[in-house]
């Protein structure tokens, strides 16, 4: 499969008042992780949501190979090969784990047989075979967030975007999930883009880091980079304690 690049191209986004995201530009090369982070509120959910379609975009472009994005509907954006996970997990909660993962299969057109054996595939290889037959509101916190990583896959995204996979999980269940998501750039050959506060999952990772501040970039490079820039170490710090 050839190389592809989900580039955002000076994006902007503006909610009453607020400028959440200020002339900011990323990009995701296919078989790449990239980790999005930066303190709460500085617009990291937003970018996912300008890339995926959820948010406006006040200026700026969105691309993946030669496909605009930007503009495009979240269903049309899906369908050119970009996949989500939520903050907040969205499940369905009264259809089974396979019916879960099936649904997002068909939502991209596969045929009833193709879904149910790619919903199986994908649940194996999240460890979730023993979980199949089960009602997506009584899996735990940890398997939710893991049947939601396996929908976004159903749609076999060239990129895949998640949004703090690991929060809510206990380090054992971060610790497969690690192993689970480093094996997928080159097993199915997509682009990632990571969103979490657990800095060691993060920083083991992924190939390189963009860190953004009050919507803007200020740092981007490799985990030793941006670990020792004062930029960083003083936004996630605070001015008060730089100089306590
Ligand atoms: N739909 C929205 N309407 C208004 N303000 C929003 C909306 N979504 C996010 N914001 C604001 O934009 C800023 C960035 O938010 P967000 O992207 O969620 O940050 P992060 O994910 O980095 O914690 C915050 O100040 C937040 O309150
Ligand atoms: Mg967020």
């Known amino acids: 499969m050839s190389e592809t690049r989900l580039a955002v191209n000076d994006v902007s986004v503006e909610f009453t008042g607020l400028r959440a995201l200020d002339h900011v530009s990323l990009s995701v090369l296919t078989g790449e992780v ?3 982070i930066g303190p709460n509120g500085s617009g990291k959910t937003t970018l996912i949501n300008a890339i995926t379609g959820q948010v ?3 200026g700026g472009t969105i691309t993946a190979g030669d496909i605009t994005l930007s503009g495009l509907s979240p269903r049309r954006i899906a369908l050119a090969g970009v996949s989500r996970s ?10 089974t784990v396979l019916e879960n993962v099936e649904a997002a299969a068909l939502a991209k057109g596969a ?6 054996e790619r919903a199986k595939s994908l649940l ?3 460890g979730l075979s023993a979980k199949v037959d089960e009602l997506g509101e009584s899996l735990s916190y940890g398997d939710k967030r893991r049947v939601e990583i396996a929908r976004a896959l159903a749609a076999e995204p060239r990129f895949l975007l998640l949004d703090e996979p690991a929060a809510g999980m206990n380090d054992a269940e971060t610790e497969t999930l690690l192993h689970t998501l480093s094996e997928l750039p080159r097993k199915r050959g997509l682009g990632l883009l990571i969103i979490d506060h657990d800095m060691g999952l993060i920083m083991r990772l992924c190939h390189r880091l963009h860190v953004l501040a009050s ?4 740092a981007e490079g490799d985990a030793a980079h941006v670990r020792s820039h004062p930029d960083v170490i003083e936004a996630y710090l605070g001015k008060g304690a730089a100089h306590a």
Do not use: P, W, Y
């Not at 939520?86 to 259809?95: C, E, G, P, S, Y």
């Not at 045929?111 to 149910?116: E, I, L, V, W």
């Open 111 to 116: 045929s009833r047989g193709a879904a149910t």
């Open 215 to 218: 919507g803007r970039t200020i």
């Open 34 to 36: 990239v980790g999005l």
């Open 86 to 95: 939520f903050q907040i997990v969205r499940l369905f909660n009264t259809m």
């Open 56 to 58: 406006k975009l006040a």
């Open 124 to 126: 194996d290889e999240l």
